[in-house]
């Protein structure tokens, strides 16, 4: 079998309960590596949830998670090896604030990966200076900005060299102005070829930026398109209303019908300030 | 009016016995510290077994008076036949009174680590270990630093109990002196003075403790 042809993620099947309520209900995708895949749905449909079963953060009931051929998901996984090839970057930053935005940078290269201290810190340096952050090394999280923040969060996922990054809607919490800032150093990294999952509802972000897009509805993966495909024309109804949520002005009677007048692609117009 | 010339006799008693005080509290406070950090640990672990076994040490410390344990191990234990020392029943008596609210205040502070922390810490793949010493555990010591020290100052002061255990401590001294003189302002007065003495400094000290690592915490 040709390696080249393995997509680097691979899901079958996933299946995750709360209790009784299910939050995903037999996901299956597959990421190729150097991807950029954008997970989008509605709120509650089980994006964020499916991020945090990747990386063992939640417990799921069944399926597989193969991660570049290797099951991940059997009972006597390794999680914490998983997560150091697993980058993860939350929506509300999760900073260690009693450490310097280099300390928190360094922690997991140096106390989980053991790397030599010069080593790593002239990485983690050069990744702070890729984000322009490098003069704010010294800082400690409080005082940064809600943008800062993300980044150095970004930076100290990525400082651990990652086959994989996830992105649970990282600009989420953010005020507006600061949104492009870190959209910025995510499409960076897509351009640089690392291969991402992504969950936002930034629709500009998601449409520049997606590869493919995977478009979940209550823990069901809906749609799966090529980025282009989907944002110009999703092969999906749901899709189709879910893209025009985004559009203000079809937000009238048409929605009903459901069909938008062909030609008309819903492009959608967000806050996110990408072009 | 104060006898000054049995205050200048007596004063260097009272500097003897607050070494003891001292070496007592110090040494209370020290073996409190870390038999509070280990239930806290095992609680917040949720060790089985353990857990419970801390979770019931904890109210029996809590909600018996130091006299009484200390009576329980200088009079009872060797009826048992266990006999200790005046000095090791004094320290085993502070070091399980002070031990459960050490434990409760490092409990509060590692109560207070938000689970996105932790898993912030799992995300880079820390394991337990790491996750409690690095994450976790400093920051739940900024938190409980200001219980630490309140609990610090009252096992200080909870010392002047064990001079019923017949150690020479600050209060053993005094009471000697009232027995023995009938000099009670003057004993009473050198007492007052030799706690404050020894707790303002502590007091003071602490606080600024307090104040430093108040900037170093918080803020995601």
């Keep these: 079998m040709n390696q080249e042809a393995l997509p680097l993620l691979q899901i079958k099947g996933l299946v995750k309960t709360y209790g009784k309520a299910p939050a995903l209900n037999g996901v299956s995708l597959s990421v190729g590596k150097g991807d950029a895949v954008v997970i989008l749905g509605p709120s509650g449909c089980g994006k964020s949830t499916l991020l945090r079963c990747i990386n063992g953060l939640e417990r799921i009931q069944s399926g597989e998670i193969i991660l570049n051929g290797e099951n991940i998901s059997n009972p006597g996984a390794r999680w914490d090896l998983v997560r150091q090839r697993v980058g993860m970057v939350f929506q509300s930053y999760d900073l260690f604030p009693h450490m310097s935005v280099l300390d928190n940078v360094l922690l997991g290269p140096l106390k989980v990966q053991k790397r030599d201290k010069a080593e790593a810190r002239r990485q983690a340096e050069g990744l702070l200076a890729r984000v322009g952050l490098l003069d704010r090394k010294k800082d400690y999280p409080r005082q940064l900005s809600g943008g800062q923040k993300q980044r150095v969060a970004i930076v100290r996922a990525l400082c651990m060299n990652p086959d994989l990054m996830l992105f649970d809607e990282v600009t989420a919490a953010l005020d507006p102005e600061m949104v492009r800032e870190v959209l910025d150093v995510i499409a960076g990294l897509a351009e640089q070829g690392m291969t991402m999952l992504i969950v936002t509802h930034e629709m500009d972000f998601a449409k520049a930026i997606a590869d493919k897009a995977v478009f979940i509805v209550d823990g069901a993966v809906e749609e799966e398109s090529d980025g282009e495909v989907f944002f110009r024309n999703p092969r999906t109804e749901r899709a189709r209303r879910f893209l025009n949520s985004f559009q203000y002005e079809s937000r009238r009677p048409r929605r009903k019908t459901g069909a938008a007048p062909s030609g008309l692609t819903p492009v959608p117009v967000t806050r996110a300030t990408m072009g | ?220």
């Design chain 2, 1 to 220: 009016m104060l006898n000054w010339a049995f205050i200048a006799e007596k004063a260097p008693a009272y500097v003897k016995a607050a070494g003891l005080t001292l070496k007592l509290a110090g040494a209370g406070i020290a073996l409190s510290l870390v038999l509070g950090l280990l239930c806290a640990l095992a609680l917040y672990y949720r060790v089985p077994v353990l857990r419970r076994a801390v979770a019931a040490y904890i109210e029996l410390s809590r909600n018996t008076p130091l006299l009484i344990q200390l009576f329980f191990l200088y009079f009872g234990l060797p009826k048992l036949g266990v006999m200790l020392s005046s000095w090791t029943c004094a320290l085993i008596g502070l070091t399980f009174l002070g031990g459960s609210y050490m434990a409760e205040a490092f409990r509060g502070g590692l109560d207070s680590v938000s689970k996105a922390q932790i898993e912030a810490g799992l995300s880079i793949g820390m394991r337990s270990l790491a996750l409690a010493r690095h994450v976790a555990l400093p920051q739940a010591f900024l938190v409980a630093l200001p219980g630490l020290c309140a609990n610090s100052v009252f096992l200080i002061k909870e010392t002047s109990i064990v001079s019923i255990v017949a150690l020479p401590d600050l209060m053993f001294v005094a009471r000697e002196l009232i027995g023995l003189y009938y000099n009670t302002v003057e004993a009473l007065g050198m007492l007052v003075f030799a706690y404050v003495v020894i707790l303002l400094p502590v007091s003071w000290a602490f606080r600024s403790l307090e104040r430093r690592f108040r900037y170093a915490q918080l803020g995601t």
